[in-house]
């Protein structure tokens, strides 16, 4: 029903008498106004004056959207004409009656009513449109997260991509992360700091170690520390950042990790805008589980299995790949090859158990000796093998003497007995040049082995490659 009702070229008579049987006032209508009339707005164009009516004013009437009825106060034929030509809603002819204007507002009414349905509709239709937009947006978002996550099996560049993605949704300016796992040793944890001050990411490890205890309900038995290189530098310690916590889940609902992101803005995140942050974290989350199980199923092939440390395969690649860097740079490379001495009647004496226990400790003692360029191995049965990159022969030689001490020294406790090994140790190093085989320096490693198993053992004895000052032999 219209709320109102304008008049434009009617005669003032006409004008009184549609106010009397309308019960409502009317005002003259101001064609330089149209635009701000209301959609509930019923406006009577007289047809005589109807070809007087600025062109402007005629193409706003003529768009649609305001009730216009036309006054037939001229011949018949004209205000058919004018009807016929679609610009008004109704007619109503002269002279005016009761039933003639109730028939009009049945008419205005339905029309009232067609037209609120009409635009409810179209509002509908438009929030669904909108909908679906932002859904379309969501979807290619976490698409392009997937996409770009699973595009790799490494760590860091799976974190990456995702936290260059997450910087579209909110500003994230640094971020860690903490990924474990349970195994028969207790639960191992992956910490993976953001890069700065190395005083700021030992309260990261611990503010990640608590929220590994509270996700994961338990305290990291072992662990291991990498850099995130995202982001700012570490700034500020953990308390006074604006952490998001994101816990990281397996398909099966096993939490496994945790993404924290040092960020600020999340609070004032819509509710679909959170729901695709976490729609994001789940997708990240499986890259992430396959990138770790990969991991350390390339651990595992690449790594003793007794041991825990580099195994034949993986000393062979990496003793290439050091090669070729020595040949390009002209550096010094050495090589130690261990072996422990009598290692057979340690089997024969205190058992094959007993055994594995001393090739245990002995590799845990290289990894706590070496340093972190240097490259241990287990090369077979007994023997282990050291990779030292940018080391002189004389400089291999001062570590293979503590090492030989240091497990001279090392008691080893099996079933209420105590023993002690030793260990033969040769020593190799040069400069190799362009077309030197990675075999070479193995080969000479070996011969000087041969030299101190042959010349009575727990010794260091070195090649005659290198041209350091070191002894050919030390022994104890």
């Known amino acids: 029903m219209p709320q109102s009702y304008w008049y434009l ?137 997937l996409r770009n996550a699973s595009a790799t099996l490494e760590i860091h560049q799976v974190l990456s991509a995702y936290l260059h993605a ?72 953990p308390h006074k950042a604006e952490l998001f916590t994101q816990a990281l889940q397996t398909t099966q609902g096993g939490t496994f990790g945790a993404l924290v992101l040092c960020t600020q803005g999340v609070h004032t995140l819509g509710r679909d805008r959170l729901r695709t942050l976490h729609a994001a974290a789940n997708h990240v989350a499986l890259a992430l589980h396959n990138a770790l199980r990969f991991r350390r199923v390339k651990a ?42 009598f290692f057979k009647a340690v089997n024969d004496t205190y058992g094959h158990l007993a055994g594995d226990m001393v090739l245990t400790r002995v590799g845990q003692l290289l990894q706590r000796t070496l340093r972190e360029s240097d490259f241990p191995a287990r090369f077979g049965g007994e023997e282990f093998i050291v990779l030292l990159p940018q080391t002189s022969e004389e400089q291999a030689w001062v570590l293979a003497e503590r090492l030989r001490d240091l497990i001279a020294q090392e008691r080893f406790s099996f079933e209420g007995k105590t023993f002690r090994v030793t260990a033969s140790i040769g020593v190799a190093g040069m400069r190799p040049g362009a077309f030197t085989p990675p075999e070479a320096l193995v080969h000479e490693a070996d011969q000087a082995l041969y030299r101190a198993k042959t010349g009575g053992r727990n010794m260091v004895c070195v090649s005659s490659l290198g041209e350091a000052s070191a002894p050919v032999c030390a022994h104890s």
């Open 166 to 237: 997450v910087t579209t949704l909110v500003p994230v300016h640094q971020a860690a992360a903490v990924l474990w796992e349970s195994t028969g040793n207790g639960l191992e944890a992956d910490f993976l700091l953001p890069h700065g001050i190395p005083e700021l990411q030992e309260q990261w490890i611990n503010h990640l170690g608590r929220v590994m205890e509270r996700l994961g309900g338990g305290i990291a038995t072992a662990f291991r520390r990498e850099i995130l290189e995202w982001g700012e530098p570490l700034q500020h310690p």
């Open 9 to 145: 070229g009617l005669p003032q008579a006409i004008a009184q008498s549609l106010e009397v049987m309308l019960s409502a006032p009317m005002a003259a209508a101001d064609p330089s106004k149209f635009g701000d009339i209301r959609e509930d707005t019923a406006i009577f164009v007289a047809a005589s004056t109807w070809d007087s009516v600025p062109r402007n004013a005629r193409r706003v009437l003529e768009q649609g959207g305001l009730a216009c009825v036309l006054v037939a106060d001229t011949t018949a034929e004209h205000a058919l004409e004018l009807f016929a030509a679609g610009r008004f809603v109704a007619v109503v002819t002269l002279p005016l009656t009761a039933e003639k204007i109730s028939t009009l507002l049945e008419q205005l009414r339905e029309m009232f009513r067609i037209s609120e349905d009409m635009r409810n509709m179209a509002k509908e239709i438009t929030l669904e449109r909108e909908l679906l937009v932002r859904k379309n947006e969501e979807l290619a978002f976490l698409n392009g997260v």
């Open 300 to 341: 595992m092939a690449d790594h003793d299995g007794l041991t825990h440390i580099a195994n034949r395969y993986a000393f062979d690649k990496r003793l290439r790949e050091e090669m070729k860097r020595h040949q390009r740079h002209a550096q010094e490379l050495s090589l130690l090859m261990l072996d422990l001495d």
